[in-house]
């Protein structure tokens, strides 16, 4: 089956600590996002990526990495710098000149220790 | 910039009832404009979207939207309620131009309760 896998569901960061978030699509999708999920305030764009070796940050970047090196796979790193990261974190992907049509995958709960 | 104005952040029908979720959008481009629903600790599913052409957009699960250009409007509703209904509900909006990347811009979501 056709998807975005997201791993893991939930993880827990330390103080000063960097975590990696996974996000795996099998759907060919040129299109890949994070975004951040915290309650009553819908979702917010952290970082997008149009192509393999190209992304862009979104509203909410600061204290977040990532890196596009194979289509498939766009990673979230949330560094120590982020100092209030628990949330839910959603990838989506979309298809090549359908950006505005994105496909969610189930997120991973981030919490901080 | 674009903007989404959900009113209600929660919502209780009792089953068999309409559904009415109410969606007012900003934006200075036409639009497209999405409804998405999310179970507890899950991704967004989309229900349903306006791209172009009728305003009246039928989508999965016997949701429905219109798209109201001079009321900046996109209501979702259902005829009658059902258990499996309960959910958050996020309204999008995003620019009407192609590309492989397109931001879209949610409301803050509505939490329905359907109530036996």
């Known amino acids: 089956d056709g998807g975005i896998t997201q791993s893991p569901k939930y993880l827990f960061r330390k103080e000063g600590q960097n975590v990696t978030l996974s996000c795996e699509q099998n759907l060919n999708h040129d299109a890949m996002y994070w975004y951040r999920q915290d309650p009553g305030q819908g979702l917010r764009l952290i970082y997008y990526s149009q192509i393999v070796n190209d992304f862009q940050k979104g509203d909410i970047a600061e204290g977040y990495s990532v890196s596009r090196e194979k289509k498939e796979s766009f990673p979230l790193t949330v560094t120590s710098a982020q100092k209030n990261p628990t949330a839910f974190y959603l990838c989506?992907?979309?298809?090549?000149?359908?950006?505005?049509?994105?496909?969610f995958g189930a997120g991973t709960r981030l919490s901080v220790l | 910039a674009q903007s989404v104005t959900q009113l209600g952040s929660h919502v209780s029908v009792s089953e068999g009832a309409l559904v009415l979720l109410r969606c007012n959008y900003s934006s200075s481009v036409p639009p497209y404009l999405f409804w998405y629903v999310q179970y507890p600790n899950q991704g967004l599913q989309l229900l349903l979207k306006y791209t172009t052409g009728a305003t009246l957009v039928k989508g999965i699960n016997g949701f429905e939207a219109e798209f109201k250009k001079s009321e900046t409007s996109f209501h979702l509703t259902k005829p009658s309620a059902h258990m499996s209904d309960a959910a958050e509900y996020f309204c999008?909006?995003?620019?009407?131009?192609?590309?492989?990347?397109?931001?879209?811009?949610f409301g803050s979501g509505t939490q329905l309760t359907v109530l036996p």
């Open positions: 989506a992907s979309s298809p090549q000149g359908r950006g505005n049509i994105q496909y």
């Open positions: 999008a909006v995003s620019d009407n131009r192609g590309g492989s990347a397109r931001q879209l811009t």
